[in-house]
Structures are given as structure tokens and as C-alpha cells.
């Protein structure tokens, strides 16, 4: 396949999953139909096959790409930040800071919840990426000696609950402004690292 080719197949599939955003915005995830998101995008039946199986392979696709774009925006940071407790309490500003730039796609993660088992399936996926790679990272404060010796799973967890609530107030309850989210997501984050650090 030459490259012009490969990337007009790029292009078509980032055009359809441009249309489902704006569509599972405009009229929900439930009331979009497969037939909306080609018309739409103005492809035809067979390019959305190409692509994707069904109307949740679309979702699965949006929020997949959004969980590698946080965790890519966050291990670009630890090339420039090598102090392991800024590290911790920076890379959680760099992750609100992309669900803040990605409005649509943060009101899409954050209203889906419950739809399906299969929808439920694909936010469980996506949330233990993030689950993972926060894990990995306090261990990797441990290994280094860094952060007192703690389970990590249970604090990453806490940390994606607090994320996933703040970011709730913003884009749902709009009870906060997405910059008070960021803080207050900082803030936190500030206070678990002192309790994390040695020889403080």
C-alpha cells in the first residue's frame, strides 16, 4: 500500500471518529446510529466497515486513543522531570490538563458510564491502563528508594477515583471550572506525595 493511500485510510477513519464525537455530543451515545456517523461523515457503508465492527468499536477506538494520549503526554514529562515527587504531582496536572483540552471527549468518557456491559467493558479497559501505568509508577518511586514501601494498586486506584470525580464536577455537574479541577486534582496529589516520600 503507498503511503498516500495509507494515509487517505487514516484520514477517513479519523474523519469518522471526528463525526461520532461531535454526533455523541449533539444526541448522545444511544440516540447516534451507525447510519448518523456515515452521513455525517460522508463516507460510505462499506468505509465505516472497513474501519469498525459496530457503534461501540467506535467508542472503544475514541477512548483508547484518548488513554494513549494521556499516558504519552505523561511519560513525555518524565524525559524532562527527573525528581521523582514533582514527577508524581506534575504528570497528574499534564493528565487533567489533557482531559481539560479534550472537552468532548471528557464529557463522552464521563457520561457513558452504565450504557452497556459491553460500553462499561470499555471504560474498564481504558481506566486500567491508566490503573497500570500510575501503579507502575509509584513502584517505581519504591524501587527508587524515593517513596516509603506501600501497595501501589490502592493508591492508584484512589487516584483515578479523584480524577474521575473532579473531572465529573467539571463536565457534568459544571459545579467547578475546569481550572479548579486541575488545582484541586494538584492539590491532592501534593498531599499523597508527602505521605509517599521518604526522608522528607
Known amino acids: ?20 464525537i461531535d454526533l455523541f455530543i449533539e444526541k448522545g451515545y444511544h440516540n447516534t ?21 459496530d457503534k461501540e468499536d467506535v467508542l472503544k477506538a475514541l477512548l483508547e486513543g484518548f488513554a494513549e494520549q ?5 511519560a513525555e514529562y518524565y524525559t524532562v522531570e527527573k525528581n521523582l515527587y514533582e514527577r508524581f504531582v506534575e504528570t497528574k496536572r499534564v493528565t487533567m490538563e489533557v482531559f481539560a483540552q479534550n472537552e468532548k ?12 456491559d459491553s460500553i462499561d467493558q470499555c471504560l474498564k479497559q481504558f ?31 484512589a487516584i483515578l477515583a479523584t480524577e474521575k470525580f473532579l473531572l465529573y ?10 481550572e479548579e479541577m486541575i488545582e ?3 492539590s491532592f496529589h501534593e498531599t499523597l506525595a508527602k505521605g509517599l516520600l521518604k526522608n522528607q
Open 1 to 20: 500500500m503507498t503511503i498516500p493511500v495509507i494515509r487517505q485510510n487514516m484520514e477517513r477513519r479519523q474523519k469518522l471518529l471526528e463525526c461520532a
Open 33 to 53: 446510529a451507525i447510519r448518523d456517523i456515515i452521513v455525517k461523515s460522508g463516507v460510505g457503508t462499506g468505509t465505516f466497515y472497513n474501519y469498525f465492527i
Open 70 to 74: 494521556i499516558i504519552s503526554s505523561i
Open 105 to 116: 471527549l471528557s464529557e463522552i468518557y464521563s457520561r457513558v458510564a452504565g450504557a452497556s
Open 127 to 157: 481506566e486500567d491502563k491508566l490503573i497500570v501505568f500510575y501503579t507502575r509508577n509509584i513502584e517505581y518511586g519504591i524501587k527508587k528508594g524515593a517513596f516509603n514501601s506501600v501497595s501501589a494498586p490502592p493508591i492508584a486506584h
Open 169 to 178: 464536577k467539571w463536565i457534568v455537574l459544571n459545579a467547578i471550572s475546569k
Open 184 to 186: 484541586m486534582v494538584v
